[in-house]
Each structure stands twice: as C-alpha cells, then as structure tokens.
C-alpha cells in the first residue's frame, strides 16, 4: 500500500511540474502622451498634460486553432487601469473562427486620420462579453454576435437594494464588411444602441435601463488612391429613446442618437500627412456632453524612427438654446509603439 501511495503522489508531482502545453506568447505595448490648450465652452482656458494611453498586450498562439488574448488598458483622467480585453479565438476552418470573451462587438469602423477619436466612436463604440462568430471570404466578411449588454430594458430595481429583480435579455448584432485594396465598406446593426459606451455611461442612475431596445446602425466607408484618402462615418438609432431613459438622463421625447463623421488625408514627399474632418452629432443628445459640431486639421509624421508625432486643431460649437458658444482647442500627440 506504501508503495503504491508513493507511486501515486510521485505522478501528481510530475502531472503539476509539466506544463500542458508550450503556447508562443507574443507582448505587445503603446504609450502616448498629450498636451493640449484651449478655451472651453464655458469661456475659461485649459492646459494639461496627461498620459492618453498606456496599453500592454498578451496574445498567446496555444494551438494552430486556438488563441488567447488579454489586454490591458489605462487613460489618465478618463480610463483607470484594468482589462481592455480578454478574449479566445477558435478557428473552425479555413474562414470561419468564434470569439468568446471580452472584446468590443463589431458594429461600426471608427480609423481616423486625426489625433482625436471621432464622435462616431463616442457613439457606437461597444464593449462586452460577447459570443462573436465570423466567417470571410475572398473580400468579403459578415459576423454575427451575441451579448448581455449595459442598458437593461424592462427591469425592476429592489428600492432597498438598488438591485436588478429581472435581467434576461441578450442583445445581438450583424456586420458586413466589403474590403480590397482600395476601398473598405461596412454595414453593421446592434439591437440596442443604447449598450453603447457612450451612451450607456452616461447614464444619470444606478443602471442605464432604457424602457425598450432602440436598434442602431453604422455606415463606414473608406477609399485609398495613391496618397490619397478619404473617410466616412455614420451612426444613428433607428427609433428614439424615451423620456427618463438611461437613469433619468434622457429629458423628453424625440431623443435619436446620431453622428456623422467625414475625413480628407494627403501623404506628402516626406512621409508627412496633412488631413481635415468635418463631424456632426445629433442635438438631440446634449446629455452625453458631446458638442454639437467639430471641424478639425491635423499633421502627422515621425520626427524619430520609432515615434510618431500628431498635431491637431479642433473648432467646436456646443449645443445651446439660445445661439451657440465656440470652443478652440490643440493638441499634440506623441506615440510609441512596441
């Protein structure tokens, strides 16, 4: 009995000892710093500096079909640090692979030209733990998805608590996307806009319960002839939120998210890149604190190998009752990529 307990516990000691697998892991990080100066809408003036991204990536190949990624992510002032992302893919075959996991849904494409992220994203960007399933071929892809998104519809909350009673509906999405050498095309739909970061985070409650799904879609188009290239965005609700929606931050009726955003861009001889863009954002969701319009120039180019430099100019107007106040702002983006 002696030596068979010794054989025993010599086996679990080799079973914990040997790894299960050897998974090539790749880490990946940027860092970008900013400053910025301007006069804001209430007629003051700002000044900062701040770390705008500081972000590490792991993403370990376990088997020639599987994958895993973790990503982590801190903004100052904005986004403390934490899990980004956290995700496995599962090739099925050749064009097929499922993501399960932590990750933001497909729904929209939000690249930029410019410094600053474009109110599209502000607007449709969605993070969730999603079941994501995609399948491409020769040009083109379409994905389907499945979520329990933030902003709650039909729910009770325990007054004592402020606890959900009820919450068991998942939210869902399509996308497809057309893509060659020159031009890009995007359609996606999401069953509930108001599971938006943007949107949901500006919430005035506990939770951002909405009182029925609002379904939205996103537009993206992107073409690339040379040095030139042009961009376009659009994302909009196909319905309306409801008075007291999103914990009371919602006042009144006719309330239709929406933003569009369109970006011109030109290499020149130096590897420099001069650009512009013009956005707008329905007036209906001055809630979100999103201005009203923004016009925008911006240079880009790398000073030192290794880094790139952005610089960017932004005009805004707010959203008012009565008239409109203006606000100017420069920013200058310093970048490193490992």
């Given at each position: 009995m002696k030596f068979k307990n010794g054989l025993i516990s010599a086996a679990i000691a080799t079973a914990l000892s040997a790894p299960v697998y050897a998974a090539?892991?790749?880490?990946?990080?940027?860092?970008?710093?900013?400053?910025?100066?301007?006069?804001?809408?209430?007629?003051?003036?700002?000044?900062?500096?701040?770390?705008?991204?500081?972000?590490?990536?792991?993403?370990?190949?376990?088997?020639?079909?599987?994958?895993?990624?973790?990503?982590?992510?801190?903004?100052?002032?904005?986004?403390?640090?934490?899990?980004?992302?956290g995700f496995i893919d599962m090739k099925l075959d050749e064009e097929s692979t499922i993501t399960m996991g932590r990750t933001f849904v497909p729904f929209g494409n939000y690249d930029s030209y410019m410094v600053s992220d474009p109110m599209t994203l502000e607007i449709g960007e969605t993070s969730e733990t999603a079941f994501i399933y995609q399948s491409v071929k020769n040009n083109?892809?379409?994905?389907?998805?499945?979520?329990?998104?933030?902003?709650?519809?039909?729910?009770?909350?325990?007054?004592?608590?402020l606890e959900l009673t009820n919450d068991d509906e998942l939210d869902y999405g399509v996308d497809f996307t057309y893509s060659d050498r020159e031009?890009?095309?995007?359609?996606?739909?999401?069953?509930?806009?108001?599971?938006?970061?943007?949107?949901?985070?500006?919430?005035?409650?506990?939770?951002?319960?909405?009182?029925?799904?609002?379904?939205?879609?996103?537009?993206?188009?992107?073409?690339?002839?040379?040095?030139?290239?042009?961009?376009?965005?659009?994302?909009?609700?196909?319905?309306?939120?409801?008075?007291?929606?999103?914990?009371?931050?919602?006042v009144g009726n006719k309330v239709r998210p929406s933003a569009a955003n369109g970006e011109v861009a030109y290499q020149m001889d130096n590897n420099m890149t001069v650009a512009a863009s013009y956005q707008v954002i329905s007036s209906t969701i001055a809630f979100t604190g999103l201005p009203k319009y923004i016009t925008s120039v911006a240079l880009?180019?790398?000073?030192?190998?290794?880094?790139?430099?952005?610089?960017?100019?932004?005009?805004?107007?707010?959203?008012?009752?009565?008239?409109?106040?203006?606000?100017?702002?420069?920013?200058?983006n310093m970048a490193v990529e490992f």
């Open positions: 090539d892991v790749n880490i990946s990080g940027a860092l970008e710093v900013e400053v910025s100066s301007g006069d804001n809408f209430a007629g003051g003036t700002t000044t900062d500096i701040v770390l705008a991204t500081a972000a590490v990536g792991l993403e370990a190949e376990i088997n020639n079909r599987i994958s895993a990624t973790v990503n982590f992510l801190y903004e100052e002032d904005d986004t403390p640090f934490g899990l980004d992302e083109l892809s379409g994905t389907i998805y499945l979520f329990n998104g933030d902003a709650e519809r039909n729910v009770n909350i325990d007054p004592f608590t031009m890009s095309v995007g359609v996606s739909y999401i069953s509930n806009i108001a599971d938006s970061d943007g949107l949901s985070g500006a919430t005035a409650g506990p939770y951002a319960n909405v009182k029925s799904a609002v379904p939205g879609y996103a537009l993206s188009v992107a073409y690339q002839s040379g040095r030139l290239g042009l961009r376009g965005q659009y994302v909009t609700a196909d319905g309306e939120l409801s008075n007291g929606d999103l914990g009371g931050a919602v880009s180019y790398q000073p030192i190998a290794g880094m790139d430099l952005g610089i960017e100019y932004a005009s805004k107007e707010d959203h008012q009752m009565y008239g409109s106040n203006t606000a100017d702002q420069f920013t200058i």
